[in-house]
């Protein structure tokens, strides 16, 4: 498929998904009580700004995975006191 | 179309279910040995779970033709409790020689604390003193990329033939690391936690059709063990070729599989029902 294809296929489920987050959004700002110190919306807006500005590499995906993750730390078997038996 | 699906966890499904993969072009499942949705309080909780896996759930399969194989091992979860973990895998040997065992699985992390890491570790020990091929689950959400990278980590410091390990649950910030280092990698179609048929589609065509699988994982929770079909539809749409398909859902699996001893595939033509 080439891109107009897809974008013939997908368009429409693409801005049900954006529509989506939009009313989620909506929704906590609606709400009683205050999150803008949480953590979890600046990756919110972290990952929103991958999707909107990241057209350098078709891999925003992988990007907003990792966004999502916990660090990984090359030395944590040492710091678990860890080696192996084999 | 003919598949195979790696990684479905029948014991929590109905036999509806059996009768729907059948349908559907089921071959074969393999069933890795996984949490019950409840911490259970003694080892012989899980060997009449291994009995489960290894005598029930191949009848009830076999009744809609469908072969199938299991892993055993104490899931990551439970792996917490390291003394019931030992417990469990002092059972493990005994059930090795059952007909329908594959291997050791699925093992893994889910929290990534020191306590799964030894429990990990001590199943690698396992599979490697019994010559048996082995099947990882990786932690989900927030977890997995710092427990992929952990497992990979523990497992090139034991000598396991790479070509005898899937890596599962793979997704997009995964999936190269578990491939570069020689692993099978496995794909979970699973709603919310997991990867969508789309996105697993994406993967291929990105990352290519060799050393790759493709599972529902359909278990307790809010699953679609009919996920696989959904891949094939998905696949279809895209306009890959049949053999391309073919390979993914059948092919490779029986591939990995066929390492084990106890890998013995019907041919799906002149398979038949138990009755």
């Known amino acids: ?86 | 179309m003919y598949y195979i699906d790696p990684h479905l966890h029948m014991v929590s499904r109905t036999t509806d279910d059996y009768e729907t993969l059948s349908k559907m072009g089921c071959v074969a499942i393999s069933e890795p040995a996984f949490w019950a949705g409840f911490d259970r309080g003694s080892a012989d909780s899980f060997r009449d779970y291994f009995r489960q896996l290894t005598e029930v759930e191949p009848k009830r399969a076999a009744q809609y033709g469908i072969q199938h194989f299991t892993w055993l091992c104490i899931n990551a979860k439970e792996a917490e409790n390291v003394e019931l973990s030992r417990e469990v895998l002092k059972l493990i040997p005994e059930f090795l020689d059952c007909p329908n065992v594959l291997g050791i699985g699925e093992i893994g992390l889910n929290k990534n604390t020191r306590n799964e890491a030894i429990v990990f570790q001590e199943h690698l020990e396992l599979a490697i003193a019994h010559d048996q091929q082995v099947l990882i689950h990786t932690p989900h959400l927030e977890d997995k990329y710092q427990g992929t990278r952990m497992i990979l980590d523990m497992l090139g410091e034991h000598s396991v033939d790479r070509s005898r390990v899937l890596v599962d649950h793979v997704e997009e910030h995964t999936v190269e690391h578990v491939l570069k280092a020689g692993y099978w990698a496995g794909m979970t179609l699973y709603p919310v936690t997991k990867c969508t048929p789309s996105r697993a589609v994406d993967i291929i065509e990105r990352h290519g059709s060799d050393r790759i699988c493709v599972n529902s994982a359909g278990d307790w929770g809010p699953s679609k063990p009919t996920a696989v079909p959904d891949l094939i539809l998905e696949m279809r749409r895209r306009g890959h070729d049949e053999s391309l398909i073919r390979k993914i859902v059948y092919d490779n699996p029986r591939t990995f599989f066929s390492q084990s001893r106890n890998f013995h595939l019907s041919d799906p033509a002149t398979r038949g029902v138990a009755k």
């Open chain 1, 1 to 86: 498929m080439n891109s107009k294809q897809i974008l013939d296929r997908e368009f429409l489920e693409i801005r049900a998904k954006i529509l989506e987050v939009a009313a989620a959004l909506d929704r906590i700002e609606r709400a009683n009580g205050d999150v803008a110190g949480d953590s979890r919306m600046a990756l919110i807006a972290d990952a929103i700004n991958v999707i909107a500005n990241d057209q350098s590499d078709p891999i925003r995906a992988e990007k907003i995975q990792l966004l999502f993750s916990r660090d990984y730390d090359e030395k944590w078997l040492e710091e678990f006191a860890l080696t192996s038996k084999t």
